[in-house]
């Protein structure tokens, strides 16, 4: 019988689809230890206090900002490497959508209509080369 509170991640999966550059999609591999992918938190509500002192609130939709940490040697460097080429060469922002499965839980997160919006341009040179965080902004998660 498993464990039932199986909190694993060394099994995640991740697919990434640029249609322009990578339409059939690529496998993310070789994830930093430390922090393999990451989400912000998302602000749900603007809240503040009126000068009353009646709390009032309201929803603005906000976007997914996900953190996703490779190691340098990672077979998945050549594709962020192309992207950032991309929008460097054309000035022009790609379309990238973002598949996480997470067997541990059952869970599948879908990240829709993002765009590349931070990447470091060489790994840190420390005892040893450091893993590369690439910063993508969603509008959506399925």
């Known amino acids: 019988m ?4 199986n909190v694993t991640s060394a099994n995640l999966s991740a697919t990434m689809v640029v249609d322009e550059l990578f339409p059939a999609g690529f496998n993310l ?8 992918i990451t989400v912000d938190a998302v602000v ?5 206090m009126s000068v009353d002192g009646k709390l009032v609130g309201g929803v603005t939709p906000a976007p997914k900002v996900v953190t996703i940490t490779i190691e340098p ?3 998945s460097l050549p594709y962020f ?7 460097e060469t054309t000035l022009t922002p790609f379309k990238v959508e973002l598949t996480v499965t997470l067997p541990a839980i059952g869970r599948v997160f879908t990240f829709t209509n993002g765009l590349l919006t931070s990447y470091p341009p060489m790994p840190g040179a420390a005892k040893t080369l450091q893993p590369l965080a690439f910063q993508f902004t969603f509008e ?3």
């Open 2 to 5: 498993a464990f039932d509170r």
């Open 29 to 36: 591999e070789m994830f930093s230890t430390d922090a393999a």
């Open 73 to 75: 040697a990672s077979p």
């Open 81 to 87: 490497v192309d992207i950032v080429r991309a929008y």
């Open 44 to 48: 749900a509500t603007e809240a503040r």
């Open 140 to 142: 959506g998660l399925e």
